[in-house]
């Protein structure tokens, strides 16, 4: 079982940043791949960006060049850059973990709201 805490979300104006934290109970070696997605009301849950064991990330298209994810091993954390933020990220953010059994876990979310 692995539990994952998001932090760091909060209310900033739209060209801001903010870095989302994801802690994990057990140690990240035991995780295969980490990442955020988000959820805007009245939409589906999306992938923001993804970051394997050896480091390897990928990102949403849209989002290539603003967000950064990355992981700190030794912290059990992974990380969400997010700079130049716009309106439209305005979402619940959550942190995902894919185990070495495939096992998939999810934060409770934390909310981005950025205003105009």
């Known amino acids: 079982q692995v539990q994952l805490v998001e932090s760091g979300g909060g209310l900033v104006q739209a060209g801001g940043s903010l870095r989302l934290s994801c802690a994990a109970s057990?140690?990240?070696?035991?995780?295969?791949?980490m990442g955020w997605y988000r959820q805007a009301p009245g939409t589906q849950r999306e992938l923001v960006a993804t970051?394997?064991?050896?480091?390897?990330?990928n990102y949403a298209d849209s989002l290539k060049g603003r967000f950064t994810i990355s992981r700190d091993n030794a912290k059990n954390t992974a990380y969400l850059q997010m700079n130049s933020l716009k309106p439209e990220d305005t979402a619940v953010y959550y942190c995902?973990?894919?185990?070495?059994?495939?096992?998939?876990?999810w934060g409770q979310g934390t909310q981005v709201t950025v205003s105009s």
């Open positions: 995902n973990a894919v185990s070495l059994n495939g096992m998939v876990y």
């Open positions: 057990r140690t990240i070696w035991s995780i295969t791949a």
């Open positions: 970051i394997t064991r050896g480091g390897s990330t």
